[in-house]
C-alpha cells in the first residue's frame, strides 16, 4: 500500500504563484510514476504533469510553460510549482503515484486532493 500525502494548495490572485508538494510513504513498496492530475468543478479530472523515476516529465500542453514538476526520490515526495496562475486554474489538484513490488505490476494510488483557488 501506499499513502499519499498533499499540501501546498490555498487562495492566490491571478499571476502569482504556488507550489504544491506530496509525499509518499509505503511499507515495501517501490515508488514510480508520480504526477498531478485536476479537477474543476463541473469538469473532468485532467492531467497536470508526470514524472518518471528517472526524470522524464510529460505536461498538458496548456500549462507546460507556468508549471514545473520535480521529485525528490530520496524523499518520495513530487512537486509541483505553478506559476502566472490563471483563474481558470482553479481547481482540486490530486497527486497520484504508481507503486508497486515491481515496475511489471503497478497499481495507482491518488492523495486525498488539495484544493487551489486564483482570484482574479
Known amino acids: 500500500q501506499v499513502q499519499l500525502v498533499e499540501s501546498g494548495g490555498g487562495l492566490v490572485q491571478a499571476g502569482g504563484s504556488l507550489r504544491l508538494s506530496c509525499a509518499a510513504s509505503?511499507?515495501?513498496?517501490?515508488?514510480?510514476?508520480m504526477g498531478w492530475y485536476r479537477q474543476a468543478p463541473g469538469k473532468q479530472r485532467e492531467l497536470v504533469a508526470s514524472?518518471?523515476?528517472?526524470?522524464?516529465?510529460n505536461y498538458a500542453d496548456s500549462m507546460k510553460d507556468r508549471f514545473t514538476i520535480s521529485r525528490d526520490n530520496a524523499r518520495r515526495t513530487v512537486y509541483l510549482q505553478m506559476n502566472n496562475l490563471k483563474p481558470e486554474d482553479t481547481a482540486v489538484y490530486y497527486c497520484?503515484?504508481?507503486?508497486?513490488?515491481?515496475?511489471?505490476?503497478?497499481?495507482?494510488?491518488w492523495g486525498q486532493g488539495t484544493q487551489v483557488t486564483v482570484s482574479s
Open positions: 514524472i518518471t523515476g528517472g526524470g522524464a516529465t
Open positions: 497520484y503515484a504508481k507503486g508497486g513490488r515491481n515496475s511489471l505490476a503497478t497499481t495507482a494510488y
Open positions: 509505503s511499507s515495501g513498496f517501490n515508488i514510480y510514476d
